[in-house]
């Protein structure tokens, strides 16, 4: 896989309690000199990037309910609004992870459909991606996880926050791909750090890649 068809699906990512302004800032011109699809900042920067960024083609994701899912439907939906307002053409939620493991559908099934129509009030169409955090879930979780997404009307399921105890794996990536099939997004995030381990998410099924060390996975890339 090339380097520019590498860059042109990832998610270049900085989301821990540190990252501020500059980190930011650092973040975008990485983004428009590679060539990133999008970066993936948390909803306080929003405007901050969409200025930097603005014409420069590369898109502003933030998340919702990070990392641990556990945010009322109605915040949750009210961060999405906020961030869209703000400039976020990306949204990624995390769900509620102990109502998917409890099967209690119906709330996980309301709380992406509460976000997905906060983001539709926009005037332009904003991408949802719903968080699994796939390290807790059993096998028959993250599949019902992956069908609760697109039957709620979200564009992509993903892997991982970044911050669960375990981050994608191809396993899992195929497995969700299987699950949602071959016309939804699946995001591969958490924990993928090269040029090998970024080709074998796509060989699985992704279709995006999120990361923090995207400069080293370019780095391994053919020109």
């Given at each position: 896989?090339?380097?520019?068809?590498?860059?042109?699906i990832i998610d270049h990512t900085a989301l821990g309690p540190e990252v501020d302004k500059a980190r930011v800032e650092k973040l975008c011109q990485e983004a428009m000199q590679h060539k990133f699809f999008a970066v993936c900042i948390p909803p306080t920067f929003v405007g901050f990037a969409r200025q930097i960024l603005?014409?420069?083609?590369?898109?502003?994701?933030?998340?919702v309910g990070f990392p641990h899912g556990q945010n009322r439907p109605e915040v949750k939906a009210l961060e999405a609004r906020l961030a869209v307002e703000e400039g976020a053409d990306?949204?990624?939620?995390?769900?509620?992870?102990?109502?998917?493991?409890?099967g209690d559908y119906a709330h996980v099934l309301s709380e992406i459909r509460a976000v997905r129509e906060a983001t539709q009030k926009a005037a332009r169409p904003i991408v949802l991606k719903v968080i699994l955090e796939c390290a807790l879930l059993s096998q028959e979780e993250k599949v019902a996880g992956a069908i609760l997404a697109k039957a709620a009307g979200a564009d992509f399921v993903k892997t991982s926050t970044g911050f669960g105890p375990g981050g994608a794996t191809p396993e899992d990536v195929a497995l969700l791909r299987r699950?949602?099939?071959?016309n939804f997004g699946v995001k591969a995030a958490g924990g993928i750090r090269d040029y090998a381990?970024?080709?074998?998410?796509?060989?699985?099924?992704?279709?995006?890649?999120?990361?923090?060390?995207?400069?080293?996975?370019?780095?391994g890339a053919p020109d």
């Open positions: 896989m090339r380097r520019i068809e590498l860059a042109r603005r014409d420069s083609g590369v898109k502003v994701c933030t998340v990306e949204v990624d939620m995390v769900i509620n992870i102990p109502a998917l493991k409890a699950a949602v099939g071959p381990s970024a080709v074998r998410m796509v060989e699985a099924g992704a279709n995006r890649i999120g990361a923090s060390r995207s400069l080293e996975i370019l780095a």
